[in-house]
């Protein structure tokens, strides 16, 4: 198989595609937010072929079953990056993990996207400025529900991502490249594997993948968006500063381990614990 966009419906084409085969991925898809959430500075989100404005529960069913057939795909020892966020419709929330978790997925961590802007900006609440983004890890055997450890370069970014929406590309909804970028490599590190993005719009997770040097699939349902999509990956030079400046984060001037044998962890721990006990 090589890299490539796919037109089509995500559930019939994931359908097509090979059991445990992928090593990761990475999607947003539309949120059902019922084409009707604006504000003083923001439009009505509304996609190209996409329907975004289903009944509550047929929406949710379909979201357990593509994320089932990610499952199925996805190798074991795999994970898959989740951006979806917390909805209200007519004062009801709506909340990711209410179908995650009726899915064959084990949800290794729930990530908290500040995205430092409002997108829907009324006063019914605190204004929301986050996402989630749920890593969700398929399990190697029944015993195994931890997974492999990150390296502490990727580790340190902590649970709470701060970067904010892409705003050149022309899509209704894109995040940045630096969110699939930073999945992509803390998974993967230094080895190469197969990525998959069910509804890549206009191509973010493949770009990043194709940065990384790794091979990938992205479906969407808009022929629009897939020729933006096309049009990023073959003039990726472009957004080469926004790679360089996410690949750069991954850093770490010396790990635990490299502290404790040089002694710096214990002289920590002893100045922290005089601290302590001042306020004892």
């Given at each position: 198989m090589e890299s490539k966009l796919i037109l089509g419906d995500t559930l019939t084409?994931?359908?097509?595609?090979?059991?445990n085969f992928f090593d990761v991925g990475v999607t947003s898809p539309p949120y059902n937010k019922q084409e009707n959430k604006k504000g003083w500075l923001v439009k009505n989100v509304k996609y190209d072929k996409a329907c975004d404005k289903k009944e509550e529960k047929q929406y949710q069913?379909?979201?357990?079953?593509?994320?089932?057939?990610?499952f199925r795909i996805i190798k074991p020892g795999g994970s898959f990056f989740y951006?979806?966020?917390?909805?209200?419709?007519?004062?009801?929330?709506?909340?990711p993990i209410q179908w995650i978790s009726k899915t064959y997925w084990n949800l290794r961590q729930e990530i908290i996207w500040d995205r430092m802007i409002a997108a829907n900006i009324r006063g019914w609440r605190f204004w929301q400025v986050d996402e989630r983004i749920y890593w969700l890890y398929k399990p190697k055997n029944s015993k195994d529900f931890i997974g492999e450890e990150l390296d502490s370069k990727h580790a340190l970014l902590t649970s709470i991502w701060r970067f904010s929406p892409e705003q050149k590309?022309?899509?209704p909804a894109p995040f940045p490249l630096a969110l699939p970028?930073?999945?992509?490599?803390?998974?993967?590190?230094e080895n190469k594997g197969w990525v998959i993005d069910p509804y890549c719009g206009s191509g973010t997770t493949c770009l990043a993948a194709q940065l990384l040097e790794n091979p990938f699939i992205g479906i969407d349902i808009s022929e629009e968006y897939l020729k933006i999509a096309q049009n990023r990956l073959q003039n990726y030079e472009q957004e080469l500063d926004s790679f360089y400046t996410e690949l750069?984060?991954?850093?770490?001037?010396?790990?635990f381990e490299e502290r404790k044998k040089e002694g710096l962890w214990k002289n920590q721990a002893k100045t922290e614990s005089k601290i302590n006990n001042l306020f004892e």
């Open positions: 084409e994931l359908k097509k595609l090979p059991d069913e379909e979201q357990i079953d593509v994320l089932n057939e990610l951006n979806h966020k917390i909805r209200w419709e007519k004062g009801i929330l709506f909340h590309i022309e899509h970028v930073r999945c992509i490599f803390s998974i993967l590190n750069s984060k991954h850093k770490v001037n010396k790990t």
